[in-house]
């Protein structure tokens, strides 16, 4: 069966070997220091406290700290601090952990929280984790809305605003700018000079791809396979570089939406080296790796073989898969996301192989999150066709099988595939622009479909002008319905410049550098500088586009209504009270009189229509004249 989802094929392929020399072929070996650990008996002593601090006047009073250190056996932990409650310590199988379940009352006292560690109620040793005060407003913090265009980046892959920080003494995979899945050295401060640009661009939310540490030997760069959950990558920089980024953003009108893995960790994660119990993991006793196929889940017929396998197999050798039916480890990943959210001030997050997990937990995690920031967003990766699959996992969908998720937003693929196809074909190679159309006619599977998150292309699909045969007219054509369509428009970084990848996937190339993001480009994409002309005309146009829709709540808000698509043509219109816009794409390579008639209920009472980028204005009380293969937004007067 062909995959048609993100393969992480590159990890696969060469970091096979690695990982099955250092961690897969000795899977036991955690497993049997957990009986060495408990057999151990020497000075105690402490390496970790995850999360190392939190916050007073959370929604739930509930903290559970994870305890790691050597020879924890007969300690026990005593709190004194005002209204800091010690409820409940818990030794999981490895001897080296120990979870700790606190109550910090609305009122406790901020400041370093101490911890004692007693043995035959004699103080051993102390240590400490930091309660803080909260911002204020930050339960009621807004997450991303369909108001909102959201610009992707890579930041291995954007600026290098560092060069210090390319390569870490201690750490794998050093910058190798000249291999395509090496690291390339973008950074946070890189990122954060050039935040104007983006501003400037009309996107008011940043993604970037995930930025907490990936030790892995190879391939490191994109973010997904972690070896810390708690501490930004130091070759991005630090984490309270991470919030200085946030805190530009926002200056600058933007939010930041942070990029999460709950499925997998990389296969150099710490814990790696010593499993808090066996059950952390989904295990097997040889390699098992999920037969990616989501429908599993959904499917009223599907085996338990054949949905286990889906869940509990690993995405690729080098990414083991996390087993969230541990409650330990359920409530570490929700913390975490809270703990990212509340830290670095962020607006929402975006999590990757979103199906993958186990889907109880899934609800669960999105519930405590959602109930700790009501307004905020959250968006997730389902990479299916099928919007039936899709709609699933949306908040307030009403699922035949009773499942009930608080999953605000999902990535809608649906509309990329429909987009890519209705402009150059499918397997076909036919355009068809009712496909378009089409695509629409499914939001009656979503609970909320103008809170889906749609999107041109990402860093695992090809580079939208490449897939388009690098027409600039069509890219055009794709931007104008990206940023009309109902939905949350995203964007990845290049889009604007044409950048370009092979049409097969190749990770390596799509997530190209941008040109200017180093010292010594020729090409300065930031500046202008060497841009080609058609370049720096689709530049302007996005610029334009999307400073436009900033202020339209017509699109923001407005009602969602189309026409079936005749000659090529596709006519639809987003309506507010106060305003009308009509979206015409004309697929044909030669120009169309659309004869307005068969649109009387929308634009009775109007007359002209106001191109919202030229600015030129037609009668269209009769006829409305489009040109070959472009799309156009009017303002209807």
Not at 296 to 317: C, L, M, Y
């Amino acid at each position: 069966m062909q995959r048609r989802f993100p393969t992480r094929n590159t990890l696969a392929i060469i970091g096979a070997a690695f990982f099955l020399a250092t961690s897969f072929t000795s899977l036991s070996a955690p497993l049997r220091q957990l009986e060495q650990n408990n057999q151990a008996s020497a000075t105690a002593k402490i390496d970790r406290i995850e999360p190392s601090s939190w916050w007073v006047g959370m929604q739930s009073p509930a903290l559970q700290l994870m305890v790691y250190g050597k020879h924890l056996d007969g300690l026990e932990a005593r709190i004194q601090h005002p209204g800091v409650s010690l409820v409940k310590s818990s030794r999981p199988e490895n001897a080296h952990y120990l979870f700790l379940d606190l109550l910090i009352s609305p009122d406790a006292a901020v400041g370093n929280v101490e911890i004692e560690w007693l043995r035959d109620n004699k103080v051993q040793f102390k240590s400490n984790f930091t309660l803080n005060a909260r911002r204020p407003g930050s339960p009621q913090r807004l997450g991303f809305t369909p108001a909102d265009a959201i610009y992707l980046v890579v930041p291995d892959r954007f600026a290098n605003g560092d060069t210090r920080n390319d390569t870490i003494a201690g750490m794998r995979d050093p910058a190798q700018r000249n291999v395509p899945g090496g690291r390339h050295g973008g950074d946070l401060q890189g990122l954060t000079q050039h935040l104007d640009y983006i501003a400037g661009l009309g996107f008011t939310m940043l993604w970037p791809t995930p930025l907490v540490e990936n030790n892995q030997a190879i391939n490191s760069y994109h973010g997904y396979a972690a070896t810390d959950f708690y501490r930004v990558d130091q070759r991005f920089g630090s984490n309270e570089d991470y919030r200085q980024l946030v805190t530009q953003a926002k200056k600058l009108g933007m939010g930041v939406i942070h990029d999460v893995v709950l499925n997998h960790i990389g296969s150099q994660h710490w814990w790696m080296q010593d499993l808090p119990s066996h059950d952390w993991l989904n295990q097997h006793p040889t390699y098992v790796e999920t037969n990616h196929v989501r429908a599993t889940v959904q499917d009223p017929h599907a085996s338990i073989e054949d949905r286990n396998k889906f869940a509990d197999g690993w995405f690729v050798q080098t990414m083991p898969d996390l087993n969230q039916k541990n409650p330990y480890l359920a409530n570490y990943l929700i913390q975490n996301a809270i703990w990212w959210i509340e830290y670095a001030d962020l607006s929402g997050l975006r999590v990757d192989t979103y199906s993958y997990s186990n889907k109880e937990f899934l609800a669960q995690w999105s519930k405590r999150i959602t109930d700790e920031y009501p307004l905020i967003n959250l968006v997730g990766e389902e990479w299916s066709m099928n919007p039936a699959i899709v709609a699933y996992w949306q908040k307030d969908k009403v699922n035949q099988d009773g499942y009930r998720s608080y999953m605000p937003s999902m990535m809608d693929f649906s509309v990329y595939e429909n987009l890519h196809t209705s402009l150059v074909g499918g397997k076909d190679g036919k355009a068809d622009i009712g496909k378009l159309y089409l695509a629409a006619t499914d939001d009656f599977q979503y609970a909320h479909p103008e809170n889906l998150t749609i999107f041109e292309g990402n860093h695992d699909t090809p580079r939208l002008f490449s897939a388009l045969n690098r027409d600039p007219a069509l890219l055009k054509m794709a931007m104008i319905y990206l940023a009309t369509m109902r939905g949350i428009p995203q964007m990845f970084y290049g889009t604007e410049i044409l950048m370009t990848s092979p049409k097969k996937r190749d990770d390596g190339k799509v997530r190209g550098d941008f040109p200017g993001g180093w010292s010594g480009d020729r090409v300065n994409a930031f500046s202008g500088e060497n841009l080609s002309k058609q370049s720096k005309s689709t530049q302007d146009f996005v610029r334009n586009l999307f400073n436009w829709r900033k202020a339209e709540k017509a699109i923001h808000a407005g009602k969602f209504l189309h026409f079936l698509p005749q000659d090529d043509c596709y006519v639809y219109f987003r309506t507010s009270d106060k305003k009308t816009i009509m979206v015409v794409m004309n697929r044909k390579e030669k120009s169309q009189s659309l004869n307005t008639s068969r649109f009387t209920e929308v634009l009775k009472g109007f007359s002209k229509a106001r191109d919202v980028l030229s600015g030129s204005t037609q009668d269209i009380r009769q006829q409305i004249q489009i040109e070959g293969k472009t799309a156009h937004i009017f303002e209807l007067q």
